[in-house]
C-alpha cells in the first residue's frame, strides 16, 4: 500500500465540479503529512484540461468514448482497475450524486473500509479519522477506521476549493480495462423546462418546507412573498409533492442561490437544502422547533409559528 | 417481472435525539425507528413498475428491533405482494455493511429483475445500502433516481438527479439496482383499515441467518451534535413582535 491519495474528480457539461477542487486540496494536504502523494484521476473523452485543472501532486487522465458522460458501471471499472493497481491509501469520491454511486460499491468490490458524509477528515498513527455528518446533520460521528485503505465520500462545501485549483500536468493513459458489453448505456441529457422565473437572479426569496403543511397554505407564502417583492423558492419535499414547480427547489439537487435575503417557512436546514443556501447575505428562519440545524446558520430565527408571523407580517406590510 | 425493495429501518428524526452513556452512538432505547423516508419512495415506485407492466413486489427488510411488521403490513396495504424480514439475534446501530450482506444473501435467492432502495439513509454512516448490494449481487447500479419505466424484464430506463434540476437517462439490461430518490408519484397513503387487514391475513416469511457478516470498518470514538460556527440571533416575543422586528431588519438593510 502506498501513501498515496487517489482524489475521483468530477465533472459536467464540460466543467469541472468544485467538489473535486474542495476534494483535491485536503488530498494534498493528507498526502503530505503521510508523505505520499494526492493523484486526481479524471475519466473522460476529450476532457484532458479538466484533468490538469487541479493543483494536485500528479494526474491521471483515463480517455475513452465509453467514459465521455458518467457511467457508473464503466467509471466503476476503470476505478477498480485504477486502485488495484495504485494501492492507495486512501481513494476520494465526492458524496454526491455521481460519488455515491461509486463509493460504498467499491468498498465492497475490494473489501476496503468506507467513511460517507465526511466533513472532517485526518490520519493519526497510519489510521484514517473521519468525522461524518449523519441523522440529517443532527450528528457528527467521529470515526477510527481500521487499518489499511479506505474509500472516503467528501460532503460538497467540506473544504475550500480554492486549496485543489491550478494546473497540473496528467498522464494520459487509455482505460485499463475492457469497456465493451457494458449493461448500462447513457442516453441523453435532460434539462429543466424554462418558463418560470430563475430564482438564482432573484434577491429576495421567500423558501417554503414541510412546516407549511399543506398546498392550500402555500396561498400565504405567495401573499407574503409579493408584498416583500420577492419570489417563492421551495425545498425538496414541497416540489416532489408538486406543490411548486422543480425550477423552485432550493438545495442540493436543486440550485444554490445566493440572494440578499432568504426567509425561511418551515425548513428544518437539512444538509442537502443548506448546500443550496448557507451563502444568503441575510437569513432569517421561522422554525417551531428550536433545535432545528437552520438555526446554526441562520443569522435571525424565530420559534414562533409561521402561520401567525406570515399573517403578522401581511398586516404590518 | 420480479421487483424487490430492499428497506431499511432507522432512527426518527421527528425528536431530540439522544446519545449512549459513552457517547459513541445513539441511546437506542429512547429513540423511536420509523421507515427510511426514501424507502416510501422505493416502495411507490415498485408498486408504479408492477401496475404499469405487470410483476410481483416483494419488500424484504432487516428485522432489527423486532419491529418491522407493521412496516411490511403497511406496504402489503400499498401494493405489495410478498413481504419478508431477515431475522436474528440484531442490535440497533448495525453498520450498513452489515445489513447490505444479510439482505443481499436473501436477495440473490429471489432472482430479481429489479432491485430498488432508497438512495441513503440518516444512519449511512459507512455507505449506502444501494450500491453496496449491486456489488454483492454484482449488477448495475444507478442512485439518485426520479424515474423508473421497465416494459419487460429484459431493459430500464432510469433518470438520474444532478443538480441544478438537470437529469441524465440511462436504458441498462436487467437485473439491476436502483437507488430511489423520488418515486416519480408521491407516495401513496395506505388506509389504516386496509393495514390492519394485512395484520390479520397477511403471512410475513421469515428468514433466519446466524452469521456475522462484515461489519462498518470503522470504529465511532465520539458522536455528538456538530459544533457550529454560530447561531442564529433568536428574536423573542409574540408573532406581531416578532413580525414587527422581521421587517425592521429586512428594512435596515435597505431591502424594502
Not at chain 2, 417481472?1 to 428497506?7: G, S
Not at chain 2, 438520474?160 to 418515486?183: I, T
Request: net charge negative; proline share 4%.
Amino acid at each position: 500500500m502506498s501513501n498515496d491519495i487517489l482524489v475521483i474528480t468530477e465533472h459536467l457539461d464540460g466543467k469541472m465540479a468544485d467538489i473535486s477542487y474542495e476534494m483535491v486540496g485536503k488530498a494534498k494536504e493528507l498526502a503530505a503529512a503521510m508523505g505520499g502523494q494526492a493523484i486526481a484521476v479524471t475519466l473522460g473523452s476529450g476532457a484532458a484540461p479538466l484533468a490538469e485543472s487541479t493543483a494536485a501532486d500528479a494526474a491521471i487522465y483515463v480517455d475513452d468514448p465509453a467514459l465521455a458522460e458518467f457511467n457508473p458501471e464503466a467509471y466503476g471499472k476503470v476505478i477498480v482497475a485504477l486502485v488495484q493497481e495504485k494501492i492507495p491509501k486512501m481513494t476520494m469520491f465526492g458524496n454526491t450524486s455521481m460519488g455515491m454511486d461509486l463509493a460504498a460499491w467499491l468498498s465492497v468490490k475490494i473489501g476496503q473500509t468506507c467513511l460517507a458524509y465526511v466533513n472532517d477528515l485526518g490520519v493519526e498513527d497510519g489510521k484514517v479519522v473521519a468525522t461524518s455528518q449523519i441523522y440529517g446533520g443532527k450528528m457528527a460521528a467521529k470515526a477510527e477506521a481500521e487499518g489499511g485503505s479506505v474509500v472516503v465520500g467528501v460532503l460538497a462545501g467540506a473544504f475550500p476549493a480554492d486549496a485543489g485549483q491550478g494546473s497540473t500536468a496528467a498522464e494520459q493513459i487509455g482505460s485499463p480495462v475492457s469497456l465493451d458489453g457494458l449493461k448500462t448505456k447513457f442516453v441523453k441529457m435532460i434539462r429543466p423546462e424554462g418558463g418560470d422565473i430563475d430564482i438564482t437572479a432573484q434577491d429576495k426569496l421567500v423558501a417554503v418546507g414541510r412546516g407549511i403543511g399543506s398546498q392550500d397554505n402555500i396561498e400565504l407564502v405567495e401573499e407574503l412573498a409579493e408584498a416583500l417583492e420577492a419570489a417563492v423558492a421551495a425545498s425538496r419535499p414541497i416540489t416532489d409533492a408538486g406543490w411548486l414547480p422543480k425550477t423552485r427547489q432550493v438545495g442540493k439537487s436543486g440550485v444554490a442561490v445566493k440572494p440578499k435575503l432568504y426567509l425561511m417557512l418551515g425548513i428544518s436546514g437539512a444538509p442537502e437544502h443548506l448546500e443550496g443556501m448557507k451563502d444568503a447575505e441575510l437569513i432569517i428562519a421561522i422554525n417551531t422547533d428550536a433545535g432545528a440545524p437552520i438555526f446554526d446558520v441562520a443569522h435571525y430565527g424565530t420559534t414562533c409559528d409561521l402561520f401567525d408571523v406570515a399573517e403578522a407580517m401581511l398586516d404590518q406590510l | 417481472m420480479n421487483i424487490v425493495v430492499a428497506i431499511k429501518q432507522i432512527p426518527s428524526l421527528i425528536d431530540e435525539l439522544e446519545l449512549n452513556g459513552a457517547g459513541t452512538d445513539l441511546d437506542f432505547d429512547e429513540v423511536d425507528f420509523t421507515l427510511n423516508e426514501f424507502d416510501e419512495h422505493s416502495i411507490e415506485q415498485a408498486v408504479l413498475i408492477k401496475e404499469a407492466s405487470g410483476g410481483t413486489v416483494t419488500v424484504v427488510g432487516v428485522d432489527l428491533i423486532e419491529e418491522l411488521d407493521n412496516i411490511l403490513h403497511t406496504a402489503l396495504a400499498k401494493g405489495a405482494d410478498k413481504v419478508v424480514k431477515i431475522v436474528g439475534d440484531f442490535e440497533p446501530g448495525m453498520a450498513s455493511h452489515t445489513q447490505a450482506w444479510l439482505l443481499a444473501n436473501a436477495i440473490k435467492d429471489m432472482a430479481p429483475d429489479i432491485v430498488l432502495a432508497g438512495v441513503q439513509a440518516a444512519d449511512d454512516r459507512d455507505g449506502q445500502i444501494g450500491p453496496m448490494l449491486a456489488a454483492h449481487l454484482d449488477v448495475p447500479y444507478i442512485g439518485v433516481v426520479a424515474d423508473v419505466a421497465a416494459t419487460d424484464s429484459r431493459t430500464a430506463t432510469v433518470k438520474k438527479e444532478y443538480s441544478g434540476g438537470v437529469m441524465a437517462e440511462f436504458e441498462v439490461s436487467l437485473p439491476m439496482v436502483v437507488g430511489v430518490q423520488a418515486a416519480s408519484q408521491p407516495p401513496r397513503y395506505a388506509p389504516v383499515s386496509k393495514i390492519r387487514q394485512m395484520a390479520k391475513t397477511a403471512e410475513i416469511e421469515e428468514i433466519e441467518v446466524d452469521d456475522d457478516g462484515p461489519g462498518a470498518g470503522s470504529t465511532v470514538r465520539k458522536m455528538s451534535p456538530p459544533v457550529s460556527a454560530g447561531h442564529a440571533e433568536m428574536i423573542e416575543g409574540d408573532s406581531e413582535e416578532v413580525a414587527e422586528k422581521i421587517i425592521e431588519i429586512i428594512r435596515e438593510r435597505g431591502l424594502l
